[in-house]
């Protein structure tokens, strides 16, 4: 297992859309770094293609997922959307692509996916609250959608601004 280097926007390859995974048992190698890397960064999901990966792949943390702290996180592989409650919900959302930055989104309240594990075996999850928004948050990410895409051109101009001059102010200091 690694901690793997989190890409951040406005990175171009977090703009690439994921790929579908033919081979889920594949994915091991990944999906232990993936889950190093999400709880070094205190993050609550993880997709792939934020580690540089353009797979269709993303984890969520157990005990957002209704499960108990110390269980390994969710893998969902090749995830869809089966059903999106109508009561929606705007609330802020943070991202590892984006540190510090915080954007209202408005989500479904509640989401049930349909994904594969890591054995091959298809699966169901329905979630609510911080669960369904989590699955929904990882799902953009394979889809190329960002938190910079839920606010206007200004605001995210400032959010490109300055998460370039935080990255250069980070490589002039190593």
């Not at 911080?130 to 394979?142: P, S, Y």
Request: with cysteine.
């Amino acid at each position: 297992m690694a901690i793997r280097k989190i890409l951040r926007y406005p990175d171009p390859k977090l703009r690439l859309v994921s790929k579908p995974v033919s081979d889920p048992a594949s994915l091991r190698a990944l999906v232990a770094d993936m889950t190093e890397t999400m709880y070094a960064s205190k993050g609550a999901g993880l997709a792939a293609i934020q580690v540089g990966e353009p797979v269709r792949l993303f984890i969520i943390e157990a005990a957002v997922a209704g499960g108990k702290e110390e269980d390994p996180p969710v893998v969902f592989i090749n995830p869809e959307i089966i059903w999106l409650s109508r009561e929606r919900e705007t609330n802020e959302e943070g991202c590892l692509s984006f540190p510090g930055i915080y954007v209202p989104v408005e989500r479904a309240l509640r989401a049930r996916f349909r994904a594969l594990d890591l054995d091959g075996k298809p699966f169901e999850a329905e979630g609510s609250d911080l669960f369904a928004r989590a699955m929904q948050h990882e799902l953009d990410h394979l889809d190329a959608k960002l938190l910079a895409d839920y606010v206007g051109r200004i605001k995210r101009q400032l959010i490109t601004r300055r998460l370039q001059r935080e990255a250069e102010e980070e490589g002039a200091s190593e």
